[in-house]
């Protein structure tokens, strides 16, 4: 459940749900559904209902079909929204609208970025309870695809939630299916550019779990300087800015670039030589506004930002690597960050080539999926 522009107070919606449930007030609205708080009557208990009306569009259908498998697969895991149910249709002939009952969390890390000032312990604690959900998603090979601050949720105490699994896939590497010709994974729009992972703008084949590390590194420096660190217009601008920051890339790491095209731009940008990363956080223009104080930035939260933000993503720091960094030490438990079991291919055969995709019969597996949901 991602941040959504705000809903004007004259916009009516209608939420054909449970009477056990008071819908309060809109909290957002976008294309793929909009989000209410609503109080659940019997107990008191706020919650976060997610309508979605997907079946114009056999995209939105996909995005619909993986969150709610992904959230029942997640659903016990500290650092990942709960999904409490899923609202059951009265009948197939009646289903038009899904409507996810998750929990409520009053805010999200963009908020918190632009409202409040961060203490090195509070970015040390966030980013640790990101990358301890991401160790879950990782082990059971799910790519989040989509991590960005507004798809990070908080509440009062600091507890963070990740949300919004809609753009979610398997690893294609870990299940070959790069190879396999039933199965294409991708395709379709991956994350916001501004936390995109140079590899999927430069057409590289295969990505992997790399990309939300990348997407953590760039979190993580937008949580020191309070401005997102890679603003860019477009792809090309994108790219311009991340090489302003890391450097252009050199001819070793251009070999994971298979677009002949892409090397080819990149080769025709000026020169970059790497910015020293200390030197721009601690002097960046937000961080001297918000930061009176003039604190410098803990040095080993640099030296985490500066293994994230790697251009090669094999170069690039692992979760678990990550979660063993210096900077997070004082959080960091073996035996209190679970992992699971590969998801098996066979649960996310609905992903595959997006030209055999079936309107009705996505439909049917979304409504045999709420069914069987139990919760």
Known sequence: MARLPEVKETRQVVFNISQNFKVVKILGEGAYGIVAMAVHIPTGTKVAIKKIEPFERPLFCLRTLREIKLLNKFKNHENIIRLYDVQKPLDYAHFNEVYLIQEYMPLDLHNIIHTHVLSDQHVQYF??????????????????????P??????????LKICDFGLARLDAKHYNLDTNPRISMLTEYVATRWYRAPEIMLSASNYSTAIDLWSVGCILAELLTYKALFPGTDYINQLRLIFEVLGTPTEEDLKIIKSERAQKFIRSLPYRVKIDLADFVNNHPYRRIKVRARETVNPLAIDLLEKLLVFDPAKRISVQQALEHPYLEAYHDPSDEPITLPIPVEEFEFDADKKDLDLNDLKRQIFEQIMLTNN
């Open 127 to 148: 980013t640790y309870q990101i990358l301890k959900g991401l160790k879950l998603m990782h082990s059971a090979k799910v790519i989040h695809r989509d991590l960005k």
């Open 150 to 159: 507004s798809n990070i949720l908080v509440n009062e105490q600091c507890d």
